[in-house]
Structure formats: C-alpha cells, structure tokens
C-alpha cells in the first residue's frame, strides 16, 4: 500500500510543484509578474494538497499502529 502511495499519491504533487517552482522562474526572469503570482497559487493548491496526503498517510500509520498494539494487548 504505501509503494502506490508514494509512487501516486505523493509523487503527484511533488512533480507538479518541481515544473510549478521552475515555470516562476522562468517568467519572473522574462519580467511577466502576473503569470507569476498565477503560479505561485497554483504551487500554494499542490503543497496543501500534499500536506494532506502526508496527513493521511500519518493517520493510517497511527490506525495501523492502533491495531497492533490492540491485537499484542490481548
């Protein structure tokens, strides 16, 4: 499970805000501010949304950290 979540899950975000970072630089360096600040939002959507898949990913190790230690207690 955790190969397709990061191979999917998380790798998506991730290249999506790698070609975001490197499209800024392209246009500040040409000096189109406005495309920039377009950018920008759109890098701020990718990193919140890998922000909740590593909260996710978080939670499902708590819950399956939860269940052992359940089933070792009984």
Do not use: C
């Amino acid at each position: 499970e955790y190969a397709f979540i990061n191979s999917h899950m998380l790798r998506s975000p991730l290249t999506s805000i790698m070609g975001l970072i490197n499209l800024i630089k392209d246009v500040t360096a040409q000096g189109a501010l406005t495309e920039a600040i377009q950018l920008i939002a759109l890098l701020e959507q990718e990193a919140l949304r890998l922000d909740r898949i590593t909260h996710d990913i978080q939670q499902m190790i708590n819950e399956a950290e939860w269940k052992r230690n359940k089933e070792t207690d009984t």
